[in-house]
């Protein structure tokens, strides 16, 4: 059974920095285009950034550019989202995901993701 696992949340001042990974089991990273989404209670999903595995290209919405990094170990079968300089509205559950392809062409959009792990907390003081 495909399954994801967050680690890496953690409670961090502002201005501070935090790695999420996401480990893969039961397929190989290599053939998924994987992404990251938070979400805070009361409000929708957010597509925070996606990596596809065609040619490694990278998406990140507005609000994260210049801030987090997204990155890929095919050999480990993990994730990694590096996140720095962080903001109190970064707080949030943060959720990877996968889609069954090379390519995703909506990577915002949580349902073109055919698989998604538990979340971790992530939460940054002022």
């Known amino acids: 059974q495909v399954k994801l696992v967050e680690s890496g949340g953690d409670l961090v001042h502002a201005g501070g920095s935090l790695r999420l990974a996401c480990e893969v089991s039961?397929?190989?990273?290599?053939?998924?285009?994987i992404g990251w989404f938070r979400q805070v209670p009361g409000k929708q999903r957010e597509g925070v950034s996606c990596?596809?595995?065609?040619?490694?290209?990278?998406h990140y919405v507005e609000s994260v550019k210049g801030r987090f990094t997204i990155s890929r170990d095919n050999a480990k079968d993990t994730v990694y989202l590096q996140m720095n300089s962080l903001k109190p509205d970064d707080t949030a559950v943060y959720y990877c995901?996968?889609?069954?392809?090379?390519?995703?062409?909506?990577?915002?959009?949580?349902?073109?993701?055919?698989?998604w792990g538990q979340g971790t907390q992530v939460t940054v003081s002022s």
């Open positions: 990596i596809s595995n065609s040619d490694g290209m990278t």
């Open positions: 039961e397929f190989s990273l290599a053939y998924y285009a």
């Open positions: 995901v996968a889609a069954a392809r090379y390519y995703v062409t909506d990577w915002s959009q949580w349902s073109a993701y055919d698989y």
